[in-house]
T-cell receptor
Framework: GESVGLHLPTLSVQEGDNSIINCAYSNSASDYFIWYKQESGKGPQFIIDIRSNMDKRQGQRVTVLLNKTVKHLSLQIAATQPGDSAVYFC????????????FGGGTRVLVKP | DAGITQSPRHKVTETGTPVTLRCHQTENHRYMYWYRQDPGHGLRLIHYSYGVKDTDKGEVSDGYSVSRSKTEDFLLTLESATSSQTSVYFCASASGTSTDTQYFGPGTRLTVL
């Protein structure tokens, strides 16, 4: 979309298949992680979050996995649908004053019919 | 989603002119944030507020100022717009605890000629 970078990593997935989006975070002190979805021309939309005392959390068709050892986060989308086409961002929160988030660069997901 | 609106949604201005962007939320959220989004940089925090009249700088605050005179409104001002401030600006708000999700507005596309 016009509001998002032109050189994002892109994941092309067939409709109905599962998608896995990866994110490496930077701060070992980060305690809270969020995945956002951004459709073209819109603001980021909350998908799912996870705290550092968990390694897995499931939502509706989505699962987030957290590996603190290697500072890696992933978002799995089951049975990907055309409406899942968007840019996905991970964000980390070190729980410092101000509830500030640091965002990753984003991954574009294209769902092929 | 939190009720967050931004105005204007689109603006074209000339270098050297002042510009004010408005963010309005109806959720009585304590925290509010201004981000800019540019290709290759993702979302970057400009300024944030942790209460009425309480604001602080983010990572890209040069050339920007903010004000928060009411809980529901957070204004971003470019005192003298430059072409490098051409971007999409997003406002977000969060309730008030350290792990609260930030909810985003629809964005304002600003073009500085």
């Amino acid at each position: 979309g016009e509001s998002v970078g032109l050189h994002l990593p892109t994941l092309s997935v067939q409709e109905g298949d599962n998608s896995i989006i990866n994110c490496a975070y930077s701060n070992s002190a980060s305690d809270y992680f969020i995945w956002y979805k951004q459709e073209s021309g819109k603001g980021p939309q909350f998908i799912i979050d996870i705290r550092s005392n968990m390694d897995k959390r499931q939502g509706q068709r989505v699962t987030v996995l957290l590996n603190k050892t290697v500072k890696h986060l992933s978002l799995q989308i089951a049975a990907t649908q055309p409406g899942d086409s968007a840019v996905y961002f991970c964000a980390e929160n070190t729980l410092t004053a101000g509830n500030k988030l640091t965002f990753g660069g984003g991954t574009r997901v294209l769902v092929k019919p | 989603d939190a009720g967050i609106t931004q105005s204007p949604r689109h603006k074209v201005t000339e270098t050297g002119t002042p510009v004010t962007l408005r963010c309005h939320q109806t959720e009585n959220h304590r925290y509010m944030y201004w981000y800019r989004q540019d290709p290759g940089h993702g979302l970057r925090l400009i300024h944030y507020s942790y209460g009425v009249k309480d604001t602080d700088k983010g990572e890209v605050s040069d050339g920007y100022s903010v004000s928060r005179s009411k809980t529901e409104d957070f204004l971003l001002t470019l005192e003298s717009a430059t072409s490098s401030q051409t971007s999409v600006y997003f406002c977000a708000s969060a309730s008030g605890t350290s792990t609260d999700t930030q909810y985003f507005g629809p964005g304002t596309r600003l073009t500085v000629l």
